[in-house]
């Protein structure tokens, strides 16, 4: 990442802004700032989004917690039937063939323990990702599930919760790079 590089760049609506005392830095993705937190460097970053941007160049932004940059999110898509739960999963993972989404997520088909609606297509995704995610799946009409819930917290339940996880697929995205570094590796691996 290039300050210098970012900072001459025109901001976006879904970039960010970090200000590190008096330095600010414009023009950043989620990625970029993920890595200035982890790089710890800078323990007193504060980190807004781009809400918009308008013709003047005014810009509206929101406060981000740098808590948020280490957490997931996603969704939950039950039914109370296996081979619907089946379709769902299918259906969204060729849906993200056809329009990649914005970041990385793990799409799962799994059965919960004891729960009303057992059968569930979990999308799991850095939590950062969550505005663009929603879009996404709004985007490419996405209609899983006879119930969703979707958060951090529903997400961690998700995990912690007793199941079986019958089928996995890792999605690559499109603003977090992580869809060309895969086509690369795969191009060097002559795949």
Known sequence: MNPTLLAAKKPLAGQYVVVDGRQTTTGLTAADVAALLESGKSADLKVFKIRFVHPDGRIEMAGVSNERFQLEDGFLFFRRDAKSARNDFITLCKLAEKSPPPGRAKVQLAELAGALNPHVVAIVFPAEY?????????????????????????????????KKISFSQQLWGTQDGSLVAEQSKLRAAGA
């Open 130 to 162: 969550s505005d663009e995610m929603a879009a996404w799946l709004s985007a490419i009409d996405y209609s899983g599930g006879d119930t969703v819930e979707s958060g951090t917290s529903r997400i961690t339940d998700f995990y912690n919760g007793e």
